[in-house]
């Protein structure tokens, strides 16, 4: 069984700062695809960033240049930073990891950027 378990996130204001984390624990392959979506309230969740075991990574146009993800194939871990935070980036953010056809999640990490 494999479990993702996220930590960081809160509340902050317009030009900040915050990193997410996240941990993958249980039969984890060497190839997979670990990142972040977020869901903001009424909206349909997005995708914000990838990246491969491999290396590649990809950002939502919007976050591109803001925000940053790390791997750490080793422990497992992805880490997203995000910087210059705006309000609009409210939302709650969800790790995940993909390996073949199947697709785990973590419990979702609130980030609330003031004005």
């Known amino acids: 069984q494999v479990q993702l378990t996220e930590s960081g996130g809160g509340l902050v204001q317009a030009g900040g700062s915050l990193r997410l984390s996240c941990t993958a624990s249980?039969?984890?392959?060497?190839?997979?695809?670990m990142g972040w979506y977020r869901q903001a309230p009424g909206l349909e969740r997005e995708s914000v960033a990838v990246m491969s075991s491999g290396g590649p990574r990809n950002y939502l146009d919007s976050v591109r240049g803001r925000f940053m993800i790390f791997r750490d194939n080793a422990m497992n871990t992805v880490d997203l930073q995000m910087d210059n935070l705006k309000p609009e980036d409210t939302a709650v953010y969800y790790c995940?990891?993909?390996?073949?056809?199947?697709?785990?999640w973590g419990q979702g990490t609130q980030v609330t950027v003031s004005s």
């Open positions: 995940y990891l993909r390996m073949g056809s199947s697709t785990f």
């Open positions: 249980g039969s984890i392959f060497k190839v997979n695809v």
